[in-house]
């Protein structure tokens, strides 16, 4: 149990898919300017993300995995070169069923998404995690935690740049930082802090 808190502290903390490995930054960045929008951006993640890295385990080890088809009498048979298509698959399905809910259910907040939403099928963030769990040789429990963690810490990240973007949308900035230049000095600022926990969980 101890093993399985540390991984999803790790993941949302010391691997901070934006902050740590500057993955996911075209959505982080522009879905960040207000703090709802931000949260709806996070919490999507966070479900895509909790979905699909165990979906991906499970299907990568029963399917494509070197020795996957061993039960079938082809011990021999390596489909892992497909994995990276078969990732991109899932998380597209994931997110178009994902699209399907919130346009039926949380229209205002489908609408604030505008084409962002869709792109997140294709968002690296969340195929990293799937890439990650593979490299790590994650087990289905520990892919669910990671997935989940990875999508918490991303939504922690974002929800963070949403509420300092609203504040200092008020603030007297020069000409040069208004917009996007602030949001870049607040992420690589934020990006120190998180550096810590990485720093702290190497020791």
Known sequence: MGDIGALFLRAMFAENMPLTYFLGLCTFLALSRRTETALGLGIAITVVMGVTVPLNQAIYNGVLAPGAWRWAGMPDVDLSYLSLLTFIGTVAASVQLLEMVMERFLPRLHASFGAFLPLLAIQCAILGGSLFMVERRYDFVEATVYGVGSGAGFALAVVMLGAIRTRLA?????????????????AGMMSLGFSSFAQMAAQ
Do not use: K, Q
């Open 170 to 186: 008020y603030a007297d900035l020069p000409s040069g930082l208004r917009g996007l230049g602030i949001s870049f000095v607040l």
